[in-house]
C-alpha cells in the first residue's frame, strides 16, 4: 500500500534555532500535502495545504512565515519551522494525497521540543 | 469551513460489550467520512470511511452509519476488545485527494477487562 515517510521522528533543538521536517511519499506521486500539528490529548489541527509546484496554502490563525511549505516534487514535501520556540513544541504529521483519490496517507509523525 | 463534532470525549466499555461514537458535520458538501484510530505517539490508522452515497458499512467488529440529512455520522465496535482502548477520530472532507480533511475532537475508548 501507499507509504510516506517522515523525518526525523525525533527532534530536539534550542529556542530561536530552525527545524526542517520531511515527507516523502515512497510508492504514489502525493499531489497534495497536508500538514498538521497535534497538541498533546487533542486532536489533530490542519496548518496547511500545499499542492506540488504551488504555494501552499494556511489555515487561519499559523504564521506562514514561520512555518515554511515546500513541495517541490510529487515525492517530496518539507516543513520547516524557523526561530523555533518552546510554544511550538508538538506533533507534526503530514499526510499525502493523491487528485482524484479517497485516501489519505499519514507520515509517522515528528515530535518536535523546543528547549 | 467545515467544523467537526465529536461525542464523547471519553468512554469506557466492558470487554465484550459494544462501543458507539458520535460525530456531527456542518458542511453539507462534505462527503467522505472516514474514521481513525490512534495509540499514542503514532500516527492515525485507517479503520473505516464511508461516502455519502453509502448509509451503512461493515467491517467484521466496526461499522459505521451515515445520516447525510441530519449530517451525522457514527462509528460502532461491537464485541470489544482490551486493544481497542485507544484514540477514535472521525473526520469530513469534500472527498478527491486534493480536499482537506477535518478531524474531530477525538474519543479515548478504554475497555475494561
Known amino acids: 500500500g501507499a507509504v510516506v515517510s517522515q523525518h526525523p521522528s525525533r527532534v530536539i533543538c534550542k529556542s530561536g534555532t530552525s527545524v526542517k521536517i520531511e515527507c516523502r511519499s515512497l510508492?504514489?506521486?502525493?499531489?497534495?500535502m497536508f500538514w498538521y500539528r497535534q497538541f498533546p490529548k487533542q486532536s489533530l489541527m490542519l496548518m496547511a495545504t500545499?499542492?506540488?509546484?504551488?504555494?501552499?496554502?494556511?489555515e487561519q490563525g499559523v504564521e506562514k512565515d514561520k512555518f515554511l511549505i515546500n513541495h517541490a516534487s510529487l515525492t517530496l514535501s518539507t516543513l520547516t519551522v524557523t526561530s523555533a520556540h518552546p510554544e511550538d513544541s508538538s506533533f507534526y504529521i503530514c499526510?499525502?494525497?493523491?487528485?482524484?483519490?479517497?485516501?489519505?496517507?499519514f507520515g509517522s509523525g515528528t515530535r518536535l521540543t523546543v528547549v | 469551513g467545515e467544523n467537526v463534532e465529536q461525542h464523547p470525549s471519553t468512554l469506557s466499555v466492558q470487554e465484550g460489550d459494544s462501543a458507539v461514537i458520535k460525530c456531527t458535520y456542518s458542511?453539507?458538501?462534505?462527503?467522505?467520512f472516514p474514521w481513525y484510530k490512534q495509540e499514542l505517539g503514532k500516527r492515525p490508522q485507517l479503520i473505516i470511511d464511508i461516502r455519502s452515497n453509502v448509509g451503512e458499512k461493515k467491517d467484521q467488529r466496526i461499522a459505521v452509519t451515515l445520516n447525510k440529512t441530519a449530517k451525522h455520522f457514527s462509528l460502532h465496535i461491537t464485541e470489544t476488545q482490551p486493544e481497542d482502548s485507544a484514540v477514535y477520530f472521525c473526520a469530513a472532507s469534500r472527498g478527491f485527494g486534493n480536499e482537506k480533511l477535518t478531524f474531530g475532537t477525538g474519543t479515548r475508548l478504554t475497555i475494561i477487562p
Open positions: 458542511d453539507s458538501a462534505s462527503n467522505y
Open positions: 510508492d504514489f506521486q502525493a499531489t497534495t
Open positions: 500545499s499542492n506540488e509546484g504551488s504555494k501552499a496554502t494556511y
Open positions: 499526510s499525502a494525497s493523491t487528485a482524484g483519490d479517497y485516501g489519505y496517507t
